[in-house]
Every structure is written in structure tokens, then in C-alpha cells.
């Protein structure tokens, strides 16, 4: 079992997406009682095996919302009235978090993602726009890159395409999540906000086995990214867990930061990179920031116009 002194830098090697530490899960805690409204509908949807819980609220364009790992639905409380305000907002708990229970099959990105595209078709939307938080983000390339037809634009938040974008140091503490961890766990937020939905509690050490395994998995996704033929913008922290060089070369894979666009904008990439400053890993899915930055894109409205256009020359 680790140490008790270690379990701050484990925690932090969830980075498949924990989520903040203690300081921004309790935000997120004390802004749903706030600012939280019930679902226009909810309910479960089976996909793939699993039994996954859903929400929707707001109208307009549909959006796929998809939490970090460890987290559910509720840690995008602080920013859901401002994704709702002009959308429609299909938020999946997913799989062995937050209300969905964890099953039998082991926790694989690749499977959710396809999973994803059955939830989609099951409650009749077409093609939807997509928003994944580390883990989340995971499921959306994964989706994105299975179901292309399924998703008109693609924001992946604290998400990588490969395990050697984490900053190395990261890699043995990833390894060491498991059962074991539990119990020092319990007077964690990420613990009392899971025990508060999960169907079953006391799945909780089997979950961080879960997902002990799936961080000890290798896996570099560079060859499907060629699959994103939807615009898609990459969001990144200054101070995220992932590597600077490794969040550049993501961009050049998607065809941006290549050469100057020019003065016309005429080699222009269609899709975007932001990296937020003063923002991590862990509190990136609360600020203010991230929703400024993405509802532009998705909306369409972050394509500027060139300089002939806007001076009239």
C-alpha cells in the first residue's frame, strides 16, 4: 500500500483526469448547490455492455460533454450554466464513475469511445459537437476518430495522444493507482463526491484497479489522428501535466503550426491550439477561461476574418 505522505503525487498521477485536487472539487461541490438544476431528461442507456447514465439540459446545438476520470457529471457544475445558456448539453457519466456502474469489462478509452457512438444514436442525435476532459477527451478522440460522421466539431481539454506526453516523472506514480489507495482515500473529495452517486460504493477500490490498468497501458494514438477530419481545437494549461513539446507536435499532427498562415490568412490551419495561462492540469475544467476559449470555436465564431476583409483593401 502506498504511503500516506505519497498520496497527494498519486492522486495527481491520475491525470486520465482526476480533476482538481481537494481546493477545486470542493468549489465544484459548493457551486452545485447553487447554481445545479434538474436535467430536462435523464436516465440509463445501455452501450457495449455498460449501463451508462445521462443528462440533458439547455436547447440548441447539441454538445457531448465528457468528464475527467474520477469525476462525473457534477465536477462541470461551476461552468454548466454558461454551456447551457445556448446549448443543448447530453453529459455522460462514464463508465464506472459517477452514477454509471463499473461492470465487468475493464475500462478501455477505445471501447467508450465506440460506446459513446451508440448513446448518440439511442437518443436520436445525428451528429453533435463534442467536449472531453482528460479522460473524457480520451473517449472523444476515440470517438471522434471511430464515428467522424458523429461529430461536426471536437474540443479536447487536458487530453494527449500519446503516454509519452505526461513529463516522465509521472509514469511510476500512474503505475502504483490501485485498490491499495482506497482507503486513504475516503477523506478525499474525490472519494465523497463518488460514494454520494455511485450505485454501488463499494466498487470504489475495484475502480481504482480499473484504472490502475488502464494508466499502465501504453498507447500512442498518432496514426489516428489523421481520423480527425472535423475541426478540431486542442486546450492545453501553461502548467499542465502535459509536455509542452508533446502538445506542439499534437497540433502539427492536426496540420497547425506547420508554416506562417500568411498574409491572407491563405495557409491558415482549420484547426486551433490555446494554452490558458495560469492554469493546470487540475483546475483547468473550472475556469472561466476554458468555456471563453471553446463556445467560440464550437460556435464557428473563432475563424477571423482575413485582413483584406476586415480593412476593405
Known sequence: MPKASMLKSLLAALVIGAGSLSAAMSTATAAQTTTDQAPAKSGHIEAGGVNYYYEVRGSGEPLLLLHGGLGSIDMFQPVMPTLAANRQIIAVDLQGHGRTPLGKRPIDLKAMGDDMGQILAKLGYGQVDVFG??????VAFQLAAQHPDKVRRLVLVSAGFAQDGFYPEMLPMQAQVGAGMAEMMKGTPMYQSYVKVAPDPAEFPRLLDAMGALMRKPYDWSADVPKLTMPVMLIFGDSDMYRPEHVVR??????????????????????RLAILPGLTHYDIFLSPQLTATALPFLDGRSESASWSDQTGK
Do not use: C, P, T, V
Not at 250 to 271: I, P, S, T, V
Open 133 to 138: 476532459y482528460s479522460m473524457g477527451g480520451g
Open 250 to 271: 499534437f497540433y502539427q499532427l492536426l496540420g497547425g503550426g506547420l508554416r506562417d498562415a500568411g498574409w491572407q490568412r491563405e495557409h491558415m490551419a482549420k484547426n
